[in-house]
């Protein structure tokens, strides 16, 4: 079992940055692949960035150049640094852990892009 814990959202103007962090606790963090998703209202949920457990990253192309993905094992926590925000990019944020057929969320943190 895994809980996830998001926080760093917030209001940022256009152009601004915010830094995400996912903190994990209940089980061997660095075995997981972690995710960060994006949902924004009336939309689909959207996969924005991905690292495995080997340290591999992958993302969307909405956000390629923008976000970056990391994490940190010492402190189970994974991070998701965001530049040149869009208001495009505003959405609830939330995590995901995947290790075979297992996969645990977070509650989410809203990000507001807006002047």
């Known amino acids: 079992q895994v809980q996830l814990v998001e926080s760093g959202g917030g209001l940022v103007q256009p152009g601004g940055s915010l830094r995400l962090s996912c903190v994990a606790s209940?089980?061997?963090?660095?075995?997981?692949?972690m995710n960060w998703y994006r949902q924004a209202p009336g939309k689909q949920r959207e996969l924005v960035a991905t690292?495995?457990?080997?340290?591999?990253?992958n993302y969307a192309d909405s956000v390629k150049g923008r976000f970056t993905i990391s994490r940190d094992s010492a402190e189970n926590t994974v991070y998701l640094q965001m530049d040149s925000l869009k208001p495009e990019d505003t959405a609830v944020y939330s995590c995901?852990?995947?290790?075979?057929?297992?996969?645990?969320w977070g509650q989410g943190t809203q990000v507001t892009v807006s002047s």
């Open positions: 995901r852990a995947q290790y075979g057929i297992r996969s645990y």
């Open positions: 209940g089980s061997i963090f660095s075995i997981y692949h």
């Open positions: 690292i495995t457990s080997g340290g591999s990253t």
